[in-house]
């Protein structure tokens, strides 16, 4: 990638490890969650701030490890306190979340949504953000964005697309601005 961000599966020197780990996480992330996000999204309603915690402290203890670097390397904690402290301030990691979500809904629609997770992680970079927060960033917006598709049972319709895409356009102009 030009902006240097690392997506979930991506190939590089330790892709196929990272692969593995990542699909057994996203698999008991996807049965933990997919039901509690299922249930908020059917019913139309936005995830609360408890929803978003409860999901950020949940991801925060699968992270470390199975999160790489721009070189490939394995993100690990420096220490105890580092594995207990979210990377990055809650006001962005909402933000993550929130971007996820719309990513979600444009895979639904088969529309463009690469380019608005790589603006997210291009604003975290011009921000000079460490490898580990913006992986951080990348987590969320990753598990958020599947989380988001899986919960949608119905094709999208051509209604929802344009209503998908001006939210996809709109929330790309954003970067890592905070709506909460």
């Not at 809650?90 to 719309?102: F, L, Q, T, V």
């Not at 790589?118 to 913006?134: C, G, I, P, Q, Y």
Request: aromatic share 6%.
């Amino acid at each position: 990638m030009k902006d240097g961000s690392v997506r979930m599966g991506e190939t590089n020197a330790s892709g196929k490890r990272f692969t593995a780990r990542m699909t057994a996480s996203l698999a008991l992330i996807g049965a933990c969650m997919l039901l509690l996000v299922g249930k908020i999204h059917a019913a139309g309603n936005e995830p609360t701030l408890s929803d978003k915690d409860a999901l950020i402290s949940w991801i925060l203890e699968r992270f470390w490890g199975n999160a790489i670097d721009s070189t490939g390397a394995a993100i690990q904690p420096s220490s105890d306190l580092d594995r207990r402290t979210v990377p990055i301030p809650r006001e962005i990691a909402y933000r993550a979340i929130e971007a996820g979500e719309i990513s979600g809904l444009g895979a639904w629609c088969h529309l463009d949504w690469d380019s608005h997770y790589r603006s997210l992680t291009a604003a975290a970079r011009a921000r000079k953000m460490s490898d580990k927060e913006v992986a951080f960033i990348s987590f969320l917006h990753g598990i958020s964005q599947g989380l988001a598709l899986k919960s949608k049972s119905a094709p999208c319709s051509e209604s929802d697309r344009e209503q998908v895409a001006a939210k996809l356009k709109s929330s790309k102009s954003m970067g890592l601005g905070t709506t909460t």
